[in-house]
């Protein structure tokens, strides 16, 4: 018998294309940073349309996840571990990602670690490079800071626009909102989410 953690947790292959993991070709959706794994286990059970793969950099956390997947509910997802950064474009084919999602970024508050955080120049760079055209690109965070971090960061990129009019928003913007571990761990202690869409251009 098949154990969850083989189907599920996949390992980059040099040369080869996460896109080609799956059985059955559909649309690829990403998401960066895990966590617990609320959205990878519910998100991808009303969009069976689609393939999803969950990056997530921590093996508690891949096992968090793990917990919450069943090979009957969720069989088009699937775990990569792995410290996301600009090398992302190695790992999808080029004009491959139909959206990505990234919900509450480690915001690295200090001054000093804020080269650490995951959405600068060359990952957005890198991101474009494997992203399909009109492709979006959905973050949260409770961190209002780094809310505005990221907003001039994609808007200071030639390949993005904010599809918000107000690229910050307080309500949730996807067709379906799952509240995270972390999102809700934040609002016990006040700090709310904004959340952001860009697409690519
Ligand atoms: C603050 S938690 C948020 C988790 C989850 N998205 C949520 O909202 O509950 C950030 C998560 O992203 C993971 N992470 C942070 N930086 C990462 C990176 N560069 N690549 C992959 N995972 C990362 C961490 O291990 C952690 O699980």
Redesign the pocket.
């Known amino acids: 018998m098949i154990e969850d953690r083989d189907y599920f947790v996949v390992d980059p292959i040099e040369g080869c294309y996460l896109n080609d993991i799956f059985d059955e070709a559909k649309p690829i959706y990403v998401?960066?940073?895990?966590?617990?794994g609320?959205?990878i286990s519910r998100y991808p059970q009303s969009h069976t349309n689609w393939n999803f793969i969950g990056?997530?950099?921590?093996e508690k956390?891949i096992r968090n996840c793990l917990k919450k997947l069943s090979v009957e509910q969720n069989p088009n997802v699937r775990l990569v571990r792995?410290?996301?950064?600009a090398s992302i474009k190695n790992l999808f084919r080029p004009q491959s990602v139909s959206g990505v999602y990234?919900?509450?970024?480690?915001?690295w508050p200090k001054r000093r670690h804020h080269r650490r955080r995951?959405i600068q120049q060359d990952f957005l760079n890198s991101l474009a490079e494997i992203m399909l055209s009109d492709a979006t690109v959905q973050i949260?965070t409770d961190h209002a800071e780094y809310a505005a971090w990221i907003v001039e960061e994609f808007l200071n990129n030639p390949h993005y626009l904010s599809i918000q009019d107000d690229p910050i928003q307080m309500q949730p913007n996807l067709d379906e909102h799952i509240s995270?571990?972390?999102?809700?761990?934040q609002k016990k202690s006040g700090h709310m989410p904004h959340f952001m869409l860009f697409k690519r251009i």
């Open positions: 998401e960066i940073g895990s966590g617990k609320e959205f990056m997530e950099m921590s956390r792995k410290f996301v950064d990234i919900q509450h970024p480690d915001p995951l949260s995270t571990w972390f999102e809700l761990e």
